[in-house]
């Protein structure tokens, strides 16, 4: 009798695992690898590093953990404890809180990609705080748009900035804003799709542009998108939370929100 033939996995004892959210596995044959984020009828949803999800069947000994055949099943039903909602900024969310009546404080930033995305990360921040975000046509006439705006105690004035960087033209131009109820921040990317982390996308890196070459013509031009508003689209139905963009961003931001909420 030949003690080798038939299938050795019926067996072979194959320890039981239950699937934990965020329980890392492979599937059985290693070509996928990933995090439990969820389940389907008889399967299980795995994300890998880089986004991507895929649903694998709860067969028996189909997937690996640190090396070892183990065969996956749901977790078993226990207590509900309450959790707390958060927001898509990490905050803990406030169910049914009505948005509060704007400020006479604004946030600024410089486009309306810009606005989109502060939006994404922490519009129901925003909108409890009463904070109104606005979109400026570029730095290059902020200190005159903030002596119009005229800033004081109780309008405080925040100010996003691209490319905020020692010996930039915009770090210049922030220099000779020097009114104590504004508050500057800004991040080091040349543009704000920079800030979104590569990954979200399935790349492994920002392309580098040369400089005299538009950054976001030349970023399409590289990973062969026809239009700017077409890539842009993309980024943005990338980003889930704050954990797809990068922490320069986050910082300058929250700043902001704390500056412009402050008494």
């Given at each position: 009798?030949?003690?080798?033939?038939?299938?050795?996995?019926?067996?072979?004892?194959?320890?039981?695992?239950?699937?934990?959210?965020?329980?890392?596995?492979?599937?059985?044959?290693?070509?996928?690898?990933?995090?439990?984020?969820?389940?389907?009828?008889?399967?299980?949803?795995?994300?890998?590093?880089?986004?991507?999800?895929?649903?694998?069947?709860?067969?028996?000994?189909?997937?690996?953990?640190?090396?070892?055949?183990?065969?996956?099943?749901?977790?078993?039903?226990?207590?509900?404890?309450?959790?707390?909602?958060?927001?898509a900024s990490g905050s803990v969310a406030v169910p049914g809180a009505p948005a509060r009546v704007a400020r006479?404080?604004?946030i600024w930033v410089e486009g309306i990609h810009d606005a989109a995305l502060v939006e994404r990360i922490w519009?129901?921040?925003?909108?409890?705080?009463?904070?109104?975000?606005?979109?400026?046509?570029?730095?290059?006439?902020?200190?005159?748009?903030?002596?119009?705006?005229?800033?004081?105690?109780?309008?405080?004035?925040?100010?996003?900035?691209?490319?905020?960087?020692?010996?930039?033209?915009?770090?210049?131009?922030?220099?000779?804003?020097?009114?104590?109820?504004?508050?500057?921040?800004?991040?080091?990317?040349?543009?704000?799709?920079?800030?979104?982390?590569?990954?979200?996308?399935?790349?492994?890196?920002?392309?580098?542009?040369?400089?005299?070459?538009?950054?976001?013509?030349?970023?399409?031009?590289?990973?062969?998108?026809?239009?700017?508003?077409?890539?842009?689209?993309?980024?943005?139905?990338?980003?889930?939370?704050?954990r797809d963009v990068e922490a320069p961003l986050l910082g300058a931001v929250e700043h902001l929100i704390d500056?412009?909420?402050?008494?």
């Open positions: 009798m030949d003690v080798l033939a038939g299938d050795w996995r019926r067996r072979r004892e194959v320890p039981t695992v239950e699937a934990e959210l965020d329980l890392v596995v492979e599937d059985a044959t290693g070509d996928f690898c990933g995090a439990v984020v969820g389940y389907e009828a008889d399967g299980v949803v795995l994300e890998d590093r880089r986004g991507r999800r895929r649903v694998f069947p709860l067969l028996p000994a189909a997937f690996l953990l640190d090396g070892a055949v183990v065969t996956l099943v749901r977790p078993a039903p226990g207590p509900v404890a309450p959790q707390r909602k958060r927001t006479a404080g604004r519009g129901d921040d925003l909108r409890v705080e009463g904070v109104v975000v606005e979109p400026l046509d570029g730095v290059d006439d902020l200190p005159e748009a903030v002596r119009a705006f005229d800033p004081g105690p109780g309008a405080r004035l925040g100010v996003l900035v691209d490319h905020l960087v020692p010996g930039s033209k915009e770090s210049r131009i922030v220099a000779s804003v020097t009114n104590p109820h504004v508050l500057v921040t800004g991040h080091p990317y040349v543009d704000i799709w920079q800030a979104v982390k590569p990954a979200r996308l399935g790349i492994a890196a920002w392309p580098v542009i040369p400089r005299g070459q538009p950054w976001k013509e030349g970023v399409c031009a590289a990973l062969g998108v026809a239009e700017p508003y077409e890539l842009w689209r993309r980024i943005l139905t990338s980003v889930r939370d704050f500056f412009v909420t402050e008494g």
